[in-house]
Nanobody, 124 residues
Framework: QVQLRESGGGQVEAGTSRRLSCADSKRTASNNGMGWFRQVPGKEREFVAGISWNGGDTRYADSVKGRFTISRDRSKNTVSLQMDSLKPEDTAVYFC?????????????????WGQGTQVTVSP
């Protein structure tokens, strides 16, 4: 079973950068698409970014396009989310997820395994 653990969350100021990492501790998701989602209280979990199994295809939510970059290192079984030019509206709990398939997915239904989440708070 895939086990994912996020790290890198914290409190930052608007305009700065933060890098989130997700470790696949059992090394079982290397052939799966991976994604990052985020959620704020009272709202549904929303897609942020996704990457295919080999990193050849990526997809981003319009709200983060040009500011966030997803990448993966299959040799280390990690997926990262580089977040630049952060805005207060980026404040959320960020979740890493492993997709059911090798390709990129942009809906929660396309993902089977989830991490516990890491809080990112962006102050004005």
């Amino acid at each position: 079973q895939v086990q994912l653990r996020e790290s890198g969350g914290g409190q930052v100021e608007a305009g700065t950068s933060r890098r989130l990492s997700c470790a696949d501790s059992k090394r079982t998701a290397s052939n799966n698409g991976m994604g990052w989602f985020r959620q704020v209280p009272g709202k549904e979990r929303e897609f942020v970014a996704g990457i295919s199994w080999n990193g050849g295809d990526t997809r981003y939510a319009d709200s983060v396009k040009g500011r966030f970059t997803i990448s993966r290192d299959r040799s280390k079984n990690t997926v990262s989310l580089q977040m630049d030019s952060l805005k207060p509206e980026d404040t959320a709990v960020y979740f890493c997820a492993a997709a059911l398939r090798a390709s990129v997915r942009s809906t929660t239904s396309g993902y089977r395994y989830w991490g516990q989440g890491t809080q990112v708070t962006v102050s004005p």
